[in-house]
């Protein structure tokens, strides 16, 4: 995992898709062109948290290197340093696969 030059603000972490699967379980080579994105990454950086009402950091639980599940439509895809990532919300993320 290259540690990405970029750090992002507030409540926000960036994401490096993990490619799916080339073929179906059934053994079926799947084109690029009717493969979905995946909906797994892994955590390359996270912003310090947000703030609650009264201005108090709550912090991320989440760290660089975390393998995470993100919904279809999550985040903003970004190209830094030619290496296609996403930007979301902590928000967005459902969850850390173990």
Same mark, same amino acid.
């Given at each position: 995992?290259?540690?990405?030059?970029?750090?992002?603000?507030?409540?926000?972490?960036?994401?490096?898709?993990?490619?799916?699967?080339?073929? %179906?379980?059934?053994? !079926?080579? *799947?084109?690029?062109? @009717?493969?979905? #994105?995946?909906?797994? +990454?892994?955590?390359?950086?996270?912003?310090?948290?947000?703030?609650?009402? %009264?201005?108090?950091? !709550?912090? *991320?639980?989440?760290? @660089?290197?975390? #393998?995470?599940?993100? +919904?279809?439509?999550?985040?903003?895809?970004?190209?830094?340093?030619?290496?296609?990532?996403?930007?979301?919300?902590?928000?967005?993320?459902?969850?850390?696969?173990?």
């Amino acid at each position: 995992m290259a540690k990405t030059k970029f750090r992002p603000l507030h409540d926000r972490v960036v994401v490096k898709r993990i490619d799916a699967e080339e073929k %179906s379980a059934g053994g !079926i080579i *799947i084109p690029d062109t @009717a493969k979905e #994105k995946p909906q797994t +990454g892994e955590v390359t950086a996270v912003g310090p948290g947000g703030r609650d009402e %009264s201005g108090k950091l !709550i912090p *991320i639980d989440l760290k @660089a290197g975390d #393998k995470v599940l993100f +919904g279809k439509w999550s985040g903003t895809e970004v190209k830094l340093d030619g290496e296609e990532l996403l930007i979301m919300k902590e928000s967005d993320i459902m969850g850390v696969l173990n």
